[in-house]
């Protein structure tokens, strides 16, 4: 029976950069795996900006995906760590916390949905090892790839780990092993760990202190010989592309490891969505 | 008494009523700061802000861009000895800071790009076209291409007051 997933779209990726969407969608089926889209989903609500202005407002916009999600029977699976850290936040509060979900479940009832607490949040990366493992992903790598790239964890794929239980918060290896499995080799870099500058509403509120965070990731990246960037969130994706019009010196391409997983398991580089990129990828 | 600030300890309680209640864990060893990136290269001083926090220096805090300097990454979280909820309380000063009307142009547009489409960002034909042409829905099956979903999220959003809140119709 194939297992399946929620896929939780959020924004960046299907309205900036498709090629992670269509990346995701192909490298699940070609793994055996369902993807069920969550019919009218809406923003996880961001963390960096609903968060921070509205904790009921998130709260409830968040409960509402999860209620979308429970009621198609389905875990949510998502593609970005901001997604992943809204959507998994608001299911651990509102399963620890009775009086919130009662009070969440006030205001879903007004646009008829419900929420029992039955989701669970998922990050694909996390999913890729851990549901489906390296024999299966190594069994369909048709192209493998022979690329020196620096890994972008961002913050909240491991963090907060007391909640998550990834991997290991200050040195993660998980991501590193998930490259590897394609061919390429992941390299060691300064500050690896550190984020990409962007969150808690930093970029739209002041991007000249992202791009700063930004920069000093490039020089240890470039520093180290890192070819690619390989992130697991469209948002640090964002940052790290966009960033590299304004921060001088550097040419660096920006890679989802959803698209490194498309382009070696031989899907068209036409279906990546490369012309998206700012940073021009010629694998 | 003109340098003298006034404390407002009912400040303080609203943090640890509204979920910040590790805030009095923190003994000040400044792991917070020492870890923070963003102070790294700013005036941000993590380990200071919990101390206003905790001596009830409401108007030093929620008037502060130092406030909306933390990118969320979680590394002061990691390592604080005290386990203290840094984020968390920074995120719920910033919920009160936005209830005194201290809110970015920035982030305004943000709210209202929400209450627009569902999304973060704004979506047009180019996107449209790309999608299609790579095989995926030109809308992908979200608020956007959603119209009962998209009515779902703005009730929800009216029904909070987020509409008023953040001066978006």
Redesign the interface.
């Known amino acids: 029976m194939a297992q399946k997933y929620g896929f939780f779209?959020g924004?960046?990726a299907?309205?900036?950069y498709?090629?992670i969407?269509?990346a995701t969608r192909t490298v699940f089926k070609e793994l055996g795996y369902e993807l069920v889209?969550?019919?009218?989903?809406?923003?996880c609500?961001?963390?960096?900006?609903?968060?921070?202005?509205?904790?009921?407002?998130w709260l409830?916009?968040g409960a509402?995906n999860l209620a979308i999600a429970e009621k198609q029977g389905v875990d949510i699976m998502t593609i970005c760590n901001g997604c992943y850290?809204s959507l998994f936040d608001v299911a651990h509060m509102l399963h620890e916390d009775k009086a919130k979900l009662k009070h969440v479940n006030e205001?879903?009832a007004?646009?008829?949905?419900h929420y029992s607490g039955n989701t669970q949040v998922r990050h694909f990366a996390e999913v890729m090892y851990n549901d489906v493992g390296i024999e299966k992903i190594k069994a369909k790598v048709k192209n493998p790839l022979t690329l020196d790239v620096a890994a972008h964890y961002g913050?909240?794929f491991t963090?907060?780990?007391?909640l998550k239980h990834i991997d290991d918060?200050?040195r993660p290896h998980i991501l590193d092993e998930l490259i590897e499995w394609t061919g390429a080799k992941s390299l060691n870099y300064k500050d690896k760990?550190?984020?990409c500058?962007?969150?808690?509403?930093?970029r739209?509120?002041?991007s000249a202190?992202?791009n700063?965070?930004t920069a000093e990731k490039l020089k240890n990246i470039k520093a180290a010989g890192g070819k690619y960037i390989i992130d697991v969130c469209p948002f640090c994706h964002l940052q790290f592309d966009r960033s590299q019009k304004d921060i001088k010196g550097y040419d660096i391409p920006v890679v989802h490891l959803a698209q490194l997983y498309g382009l070696a398991f031989g899907m068209p580089k036409?279906?990546l969505?490369l012309?998206?990129h700012e940073v021009k990828v010629n694998f | 008494m003109s340098n003298m600030k006034e404390p407002d300890m009912a400040f303080a309680d609203a943090v640890k009523a509204?979920?910040g209640k590790t805030l009095d864990l923190c003994y000040q060893c400044g792991t917070c700061t020492a870890s923070c990136?963003?102070g790294r290269?700013?005036a941000f001083r993590t380990r200071q802000i919990i101390r206003k926090a905790q001596l009830g220096l409401k108007d030093d805090v929620l008037g502060s861009d130092e406030l909306?300097?933390?990118?969320?990454?979680?590394?002061c979280?990691?390592r604080c000895p005290r386990?203290v909820e840094i984020?968390d309380i920074i995120?719920?000063m910033?919920?009160m800071a936005?209830q005194k009307g201290y809110?970015?142009d920035?982030?305004k547009?943000?709210?209202a790009s929400?209450m627009k489409g569902?999304?973060?960002?704004?979506?047009g034909d180019d996107?449209r076209k790309?999608?299609s042409g790579?095989?995926?829905p030109a809308n992908?099956?979200?608020?956007?291409g959603?119209e009962?979903?998209?009515e779902?999220?703005r009730?929800?959003?009216r029904?909070?007051?987020?509409d008023k809140?953040?001066g978006v119709n």
């Open positions: 779209l924004c960046i299907p309205l900036r498709p090629g969407e269509k889209d969550l019919e009218g989903a809406g923003c609500p961001a963390p960096g900006v609903v968060r921070s202005f509205d904790e009921a407002t409830a916009l509402r850290g205001i879903l007004e646009v008829g949905l913050c909240h963090r907060p780990s007391k918060p200050e760990q550190m984020c500058g962007s969150g808690g509403g930093v739209s509120r002041n202190l992202a700063e965070f036409s279906e969505g012309e998206a | 509204a979920g990136p963003s290269r700013t909306w300097m933390c990118t969320t990454c979680y590394s979280v990691e386990e984020v995120l719920l910033r919920n936005v809110m970015a920035a982030h547009k943000i709210a929400l569902g999304a973060t960002v704004p979506f996107m790309l999608r790579m095989g995926l992908p099956p979200t608020t956007i959603n009962k979903g998209l779902e999220f009730k929800i959003m029904k909070t007051g987020f809140l953040t």
